[in-house]
């Protein structure tokens, strides 16, 4: 039986290791993507309308692209249809997807800049049941979220508190905290993360883990039952940050090193 034991009572500490996700010990790197290309058979491009993706603004190709080893995700002031801005995201459903694990992503974020040239803006790396699941059934990992370019990083876990009695229910049964990222995260790369196991998820900025969550937590969360695949978008727009403001920035830029993936055996 595999054991998983939270990091915290691990004391695991990044010495060495460029990422949490490195093969350590018993942990062994099971997936990484460098971004080398744009690997269609690990991500789909997104398209479109999509509320969580987008918010305000509508999903389109060209602002997804490859540039010097990253994945650039592209927020622009574009009129198109009935939409006053256009961005991008990515997604790894039914492609790449596991059950427990680390998961880290290496990115400079959008949105930084002068106070209020990140209005709106709202990068996010999370993830989601791979499976027929209604949202938020199975749970939802929030990896990493910033809004408005202030600086504070993200971690959050969303679930159905009335799972399996009422499905599809969502009425704000969450657990998140956040932590202060080094001035930089705009213009250097800083490493976004979680470790996941059956019992708990951990949440952490450049390996430092700032919230665990267990069954012993209040509120009680339902953990996620199912394989769960990645999303790595910029939103602008949407009920948290607000929209963009007049001196919101655009195009700004979402760069995205590497995506790599750690198992414990």
């Not at 080893?69 to 459903?93: C, D, E, H, P």
């Not at 749970?139 to 979220?145: L, N, S």
Request: with cysteine.
């Amino acid at each position: 039986m595999k054991l998983y034991l939270p990091i915290l009572l691990l004391c695991w500490v990044s010495i060495n290791s460029a990422s949490f996700c490195d093969t350590n010990g018993s942990w062994k790197q099971v997936w990484k993507d460098d971004f080398n290309s744009l690997d269609t058979s690990s991500w789909t491009v997104q398209t479109g309308q999509s509320g969580g993706l987008a918010r305000e603004a509508l999903l389109t190709a060209d602002n997804v692209y490859i540039e010097n080893g990253n994945l650039v995700l592209r927020s622009q002031k574009q009129r198109i249809n009935n939409f006053n801005w256009t961005t991008g995201a990515v997604i790894s459903q039914n492609k790449k997807y596991w059950k427990y694990g680390r998961f880290c992503i290496s990115a400079k974020l959008p949105g930084g800049g002068s106070p209020g040239q990140g209005k709106g803006i709202w990068p996010a790396h999370w993830m989601m049941p791979n499976d027929e699941s209604c949202w938020p059934d199975h749970g939802e990992i929030d990896i990493m979220e910033m809004i408005n370019g202030d600086g504070n990083v993200h971690g959050t876990y969303h679930w159905n508190d009335q799972y399996p009695k009422n499905p599809c229910r969502y009425a704000g049964a969450q657990i998140g905290s956040e932590t202060k990222a080094d001035s930089n995260w705009a213009t250097a790369y800083h490493e976004y993360a979680a470790e996941w196991g059956p019992d708990y998820i951990t949440f952490l900025y450049d390996s430092k883990p700032y919230l665990t969550i267990t069954p012993k937590s209040n509120p009680t969360p339902l953990l996620p039952p199912s394989p769960m695949y990645m999303l790595l978008n910029t939103a602008v727009g949407g009920p948290w940050p607000g929209p963009p403001g007049s001196e919101t920035v655009f195009p700004t830029y979402h760069y995205i090193d590497y995506v790599a993936v750690a198992q414990y055996s």
